[in-house]
């Protein structure tokens, strides 16, 4: 590893580098096979975003349109054909990744159907059709961690299956998330399950903290509200790594290791800047710190690639500093239980809506191939 090369400081630190996008294109064209080789790329993840920017780009998806279109699939059909398909794929690309890293890394995520968000069993039942229908060791179901989500993920990960979970913005909610995790694993044991076999990912979102609390701030406005914008979304997931080590210290998840249980590592989600203010590599070289995984956009990864400051760990031993952060927002006026509240529900939303784009691509798609 060449000394300027930050992509692989950052995987040597502990930091698994997963690519926060998936398309036919990145499959055919070899450029996720590249990222794999060149860039430290051990893992992918998709949203119904990403699904939809994808479907709409190009001509990728044509010849299995027109094949879908000949059998008369149905729209939700033609989707999880398509979605699943790219996703299959992606995880044989991984295969050996997979097999490197004893069932860690090399591993593609995809997610239940978002308008499932705040309905529990249909979520289940989702989760085991794409886990059966993908039908590839490698792969994480993403179910959203809405209060409904929750018994979700247990049962979920009581059939054995791998799950990503997605949507978390709260300590609080993360808590709840770990202890969904560990009542899985402990459902899971009892059904008979391999419980080596089981892994997941609790996904944090960065980003949009700092988003919605910099615009609370910028409301109140004055000189301590405005001191502390682009404060919020780092210190959230350094207190959340401080809660990911206490409750993986704790007796009952040293019961549940014995028996072969893997740790759910925090994923830090949403890490491309929306402020240009801001340094673009900020929510990487900032939250560099073991049994963690960052998934980025290439834009983002191109820019660590190219001047991220990667020296060591940032995130161990900062919980108190982090907290004070908070007490100092709560003080200046912002409700921040409000904001982890309009921050699921608005992400709920933005998946919803794109889930609805993706849907409306597919049908002027398969328009166009019966047209053609």
């Known amino acids: ?151 979700a993920i247990t049962a979920t990960l009581a059939e054995g299956i791998s799950v990503n979970v997605t949507l978390i913005f709260s300590v609080e909610r993360y808590e709840a998330v770990i202890e969904a995790y560990f009542a899985g694993l402990e459902q899971a044991k009892a059904n008979g399950h391999d419980l080596a076999g089981i892994h997941s990912v609790a996904s944090f979102f960065v980003s949009r903290v700092d988003a919605e609390v910099d615009s609370r701030l910028e409301k109140i406005g004055t000189d301590e509200a405005n001191a502390l914008k682009g404060e919020a979304a780092i210190a959230n997931a350094r207190l959340a790594y401080a809660a990911f080590e206490k409750r993986f210290a704790s007796d009952r998840w040293t019961a549940l290791a014995a028996e072969g249980g893997n740790a759910q590592r925090p994923l830090w989600a949403s890490t491309g800047v929306k402020n240009p203010d801001y340094s673009d590599t900020r929510y990487v070289d900032q939250l560099v ?41 709560s003080a200046v006026g912002v409700d921040v239980a409000d904001v982890y509240k309009a921050l699921e529900d608005e992400g709920v939303e933005k998946f919803e809506k794109s889930w609805t784009e993706l849907l409306d691509t597919v049908t002027g798609q398969l328009d166009n191939v019966k047209k053609g």
Request: charged fraction near 30%; glycine fraction near 8%.
């Open 289 to 329: 710190v073991r049994d963690t995984v960052n998934t980025m956009p290439e834009k983002t990864m191109d820019a660590v690639a190219d001047h991220a400051e990667i020296d060591g760990d940032k995130v161990s031993g900062t919980k108190d500093a982090a907290q004070a952060v908070f007490d100092r927002i």
């Open 1 to 151: 590893m060449s000394t300027n090369d930050r992509l692989g400081q950052l995987a040597e630190a502990g930091v698994s580098i997963w690519l926060d996008d998936l398309s036919r294109e990145r499959l055919n064209s070899g450029n996720l096979a590249g990222l794999i080789r060149d860039k430290h790329v051990v893992g992918v993840t998709t949203n119904p975003t990403i699904f939809a920017n994808a479907l709409a780009d190009g001509e990728a998806y044509d010849e299995q349109l027109r094949e879908l279109a000949a059998r008369g699939a149905d729209l939700d059909g033609v989707v999880r054909d398509l979605t699943t398909t790219d996703v299959r794929n992606a995880a044989d690309l991984f295969r050996d990744v997979y097999s490197a890293s004893g069932g860690v890394d090399g591993r593609v995520s995809i997610e239940v159907d978002p308008r499932m968000a705040r309905d529990a069993d249909n979520t289940v039942a989702q989760a085991q059709d794409l886990w059966k229908t993908v039908d590839r060791p490698n792969i994480l179901v993403k179910i959203p961690a809405t209060e409904e989500g929750l018994p």
